[in-house]
């Protein structure tokens, strides 16, 4: 069973950095499409940022430019860097871990980010 861990959430003033992990852990790392996604209150999850297991990554119109997927396969980690934080990026971040053509496809417990203006 795949668990994955996000840290690194907090409180940060607008224009600020903040780097978010995921810890990977129960079964092969690579194989997996990592991605970060986002809620804030009120509104549907949304995806932030993907990368393959090759690190071929996609991002969101709105945080391209200033938001970096990456991820170290040796360490089964996956991180996300935010920098140009604003007040519209306040949500709470899931990791999410997707096998592609199969079933599985996980979550983790999500990291509040708060962006104060």
């Known amino acids: 069973q795949v668990q994955l861990v996000e840290s690194g959430g907090g409180l940060v003033q607008a224009g600020g950095s903040l780097r978010l992990s995921c810890a990977f852990s129960?079964?092969?790392?690579?194989?997996?499409?990592m991605g970060w996604y986002r809620r804030a209150p009120g509104t549907q999850r949304e995806l932030v940022a993907v990368?393959?297991?090759?690190?071929?990554?996609h991002y969101s119109d709105s945080v391209k430019g200033r938001f970096t997927i990456s991820r170290d396969n040796a360490k089964n980690m996956v991180y996300l860097q935010m920098n140009s934080l604003k007040p519209e990026d306040t949500a709470v971040y899931y990791c999410n871990a997707d096998q592609i053509r199969s079933s599985n496809n996980y979550w983790g417990q999500g990291t509040q980010v708060t962006v104060s203006s």
């Open positions: 129960g079964t092969i790392f690579s194989i997996y499409v």
């Open positions: 990368i393959t297991g090759g690190g071929t990554t």
